[in-house]
């Protein structure tokens, strides 16, 4: 069985810090909200890290 892959997100408004599965996750380009505050950003910019972008990218593909 394969195990699943997450990706680290970080709120840029409160500073929320969580993982989520990509396939969980609108496109990079799409608005997301975030859970805590309503935050609303494109998805890349929850991206904790440029890893995190790349794997989010690599995996909705």
């Known amino acids: ?3 699943e892959a997450y990706v680290q997100l970080l709120c840029p408004d409160c500073t929320k810090h ?10 990079p380009d799409e608005e997301f ?3 805590d505050c309503g ?3 494109r998805t890349s ?4 890290t440029d ?11």
Not at 18 to 27: A, I, M, N, Q, R
Not at 45 to 48: A, L
């Open 33 to 35: 909200d975030c859970p």
């Open 18 to 27: 969580w993982e989520e599965s990509p396939t969980d996750l609108p496109t």
């Open 39 to 41: 935050a609303t950003s």
């Open 1 to 3: 069985m394969p195990n």
């Open 51 to 61: 890893r995190d972008l790349e794997n989010l990218k690599r995996l909705q593909t």
């Open 45 to 48: 910019e929850f991206m904790r």
